[in-house]
């Protein structure tokens, strides 16, 4: 089985695990009674948070170790990592606000988590534009590289907001230092939706490597038979 | 005891909006992978 094909088998099983979440959460979690049902955004949002800054923090090192060993296979990793966690970064754009309106009454306001996370989106696009923009291949995955490490380091960052800012969005109440302080069928549900995303990630960034493997195998012929 | 917000309008977006990006995005690289 090629790579292409083990990454659409992956993403495949994560879509139904995703539809199984949908089920679970719409027609199986309970509605929680202060903020209704708004509050079942949060099995989508939070995950695909949670891997929109694990992505840019994979972005982050594998720009590292591509700057100490020049090997490509890292610098096609980070591209596939970026490319995902954009796609991620923009389910949480777009679920965030839609939670804000009924619950804090606006779409969005400009404290600093949403800020940062936005930045954030930001950052990934111009990643990828960066790459978009530089021709010489050794040149694009070092200047991609650099970009990426600073796109790391703003994750901590982001992630520690709320504690170290005065901000509207809610304080962490699952990934924090004491217990999670959610019913255990909510709990549920969480932690499935994070292994349908994390699959989701895993099967996507496997099918964008495989892509940009065969761009290069396809550009290594071409640059060939033209010296030929 | 209050009332539980009517708002399941906004849940249903947002699990659309999700679907749709989602879709979207896994369709994009099927089409990019075709001919691999």
Known sequence: MSL???GRWITLVALVCLAAVYVRALAFTPVERLQGPAQKIFYLHVPAALWTEAAMVLVGLAGIFYLFLKDPRLDRFAEASAEVGTVFATIVLTTGPIWGKPIWGTWWTWDARLTSTLFLFFLYVGYLLLRGAVRDPGLRARYAAVLGICGMCLVPFIHL??????????????LKPSAPSLPNSMLATWLFSLVAFTLLYVGCVTQRYALSLARAAQQGRSSEAGHA | MPDVPQNAG???AAYIVTAIILIAYVVSLYRRTRNL
């Open chain 1, 4 to 6: 292409v094909q083990k």
């Open chain 1, 161 to 174: 907001s709320v504690f170290l800012f005065r901000t509207l969005h809610p304080q962490p109440i699952i």
């Open chain 2, 10 to 12: 906004y849940m249903m």
